[in-house]
């Protein structure tokens, strides 16, 4: 029992010792604009007039540059997806690509990168 316990304490001292800059507040976020509500368009909107605070934090990182890196990263998979998706939707409507892209144009999702202690996250 007496092992179990230093091993439980070992863990948690552990964790503490090598936490993120993140857990404390000391790093950065990475959201956005949450998906705007109540549009008639099959077209997705985003709602980047909300205060920051309503906006989605989809990552964390120690640094500006992680952050920005990770903004990066985060829009190139946003093109992979709506690639992919375009071919899906060529093929299932028959329809050219370009006849496509022109009805449906790929919308940016509105990103940004803030430190943590940043008052309009609160």
């Known amino acids: 029992m007496n092992k179990r316990k230093f091993t439980l304490r070992f863990l948690l001292i552990c964790l503490f010792a090598f936490r ?19 549009t008639k368009s099959a077209r997705t909107s985003y709602d980047d007039s909300l205060p920051l605070k309503s906006w989605n934090v989809s990552a964390l990182a120690d640094s500006e540059d992680s952050c920005l890196a990770k903004m990066a990263e985060k829009e190139r998979e946003d093109q992979r997806a709506w690639e992919i998706g375009m071919k899906a939707a060529v ?32």
């Open 20 to 38: 993120s800059v993140d857990a404390f507040g000391g790093g950065w976020s990475l959201i956005e604009a949450p998906i705007k509500l109540g």
């Open 91 to 122: 093929k299932a409507t028959g329809m050219s690509e370009d006849q496509l892209r022109a009805r449906s144009p790929r919308v940016q999702v509105p990103r940004k990168c803030l430190p943590d202690n940043d008052p309009r996250l609160r």
